[in-house]
């Protein structure tokens, strides 16, 4: 079962978000998946260090397309 978030935002954390312009909370999400993507490379770099760099890649991208399925 995935990990739950239940802490609450700070009203000033709130506020910010309200403030950013639609383009910057697309590239903090775009930012979060790449930061994901190298988290799940360096996982499966750690699981098979015979693996080369272009398999991590299509691999850690591909179980992070599926995760949520």
Avoid: C, N
Wanted: net charge positive; aromatic share 6%.
């Amino acid at each position: 079962m995935p990990a739950v978030m239940l802490e609450r935002l700070h009203p000033v954390q709130i506020e910010g978000f309200k403030r950013m312009s639609p383009a910057r909370k697309l590239q903090m999400v775009a930012d979060l998946y790449e930061t994901g993507i190298q988290l799940r490379v360096a996982g499966l770099r750690a699981a098979h260090p015979d693996w080369p760099a272009e398999r991590l890649e299509f691999e850690a991208r591909r179980s992070l397309l599926h995760a949520g399925t």
